[in-house]
T-cell receptor, first 115, second 117 residues
Framework: DAGVIQSPRHEVTEMGQEVTLRCKPI?????LFWYRQTMMRGLELLIY????????DSGMPEDRFSAKMPNASFSTLKIQPSEPRDSAVYFC?????????????FGPGTRLTVL | GESVGLHLPTLSVQEGDNSIINCAYS??????FIWYKQESGKGPQFIID?????DKRQGQRVTVLLNKTVKHLSLQIAATQPGDSAVYFC????????????????FGQGTILTVHP
């Protein structure tokens, strides 16, 4: 099993630029989560999809952030325009809802630096 | 200006000692708890989980204890090894409306475990 795949692993961009982060969940998993991790705030849930449908986006910081899940094997998190305070590590996690455990499996993360 | 970050609890142990990492959770309605391990530069990795109808669960070298009365969770690592050095997070899941399983996890701040050879 390849696990959750995220790309890119590192992204450095300038303020005002558009940033797109990508995630491929584990095959067969039907729930997908986007998290942000910073030293200031720890690990925060941004948005949660179930069967490709956004269920809870209350953690999305503001309108500059958007997420899509066009199919069961792909999701994107877009920041437009990016700001220095968006610098963080962004994690994608997936889960198979209805399984005996409720474990979320995390990808390796994308480290975003906005200059 | 001065930046203020999370001040994570730290635990330093010698190789071979047993480690106990504690976590206080907030929601008495939480029905499921997970411990994750995060090594530097990596994503959180599942260690062990426990449901609220249990008070103890054992895995390989790890034991999770749940005390719902005081909303406390602990992770015990036996014979700690240098490879166990990482940040450890507890996470709780709260039930959704109507008792459904929402699946949303709330993570603690984490504890830094350092194992000295």
């Amino acid at each position: 099993d390849a696990g959750v795949i995220q790309s890119p692993r590192h992204e450095v961009t300038e303020m005002g630029q558009e940033v797109t982060l990508r995630c491929k969940p584990i095959s067969g998993h039907n729930s997908l989560f986007w998290y942000r991790q910073t030293m200031m705030r720890g690990l925060e849930l941004l948005i949660y999809f179930n069967n490709n449908v956004p269920i809870d986006d209350s953690g999305m910081p503001e309108d500059r952030f958007s997420a899509k899940m066009p199919n069961a094997s792909f999701s994107t998190l877009k920041i437009q325009p990016s700001e220095p305070r968006d610098s963080a590590v962004y994690f994608c996690a997936s889960r198979r809802q209805g399984a005996s455990t409720d474990t979320q499996y995390f990808g390796p993360g994308t480290r975003l630096t906005v200059l | 200006g001065e930046s203020v970050g999370l001040h994570l609890p730290t635990l330093s142990v010698q190789e071979g000692d047993n480690s106990i990492i504690n976590c206080a959770y907030s929601n008495s309605a939480s029905d499921y708890f997970i411990w994750y391990k995060q090594e530097s530069g990596k994503g959180p990795q599942f260690i062990i989980d426990i449901r609220s109808n249990m008070d103890k669960r054992q895995g390989q070298r790890v034991t999770v204890l749940l005390n719902k009365t005081v909303k406390h969770l602990s992770l015990q690592i036996a014979a700690t090894q240098p490879g166990d050095s990482a940040v450890y997070f507890c996470a709780e899941r709260s039930q959704g409306a109507g008792g459904t399983s929402y699946g949303k996890l709330t993570f603690g701040q984490g504890t830094i475990l350092t194992v000295h050879p």
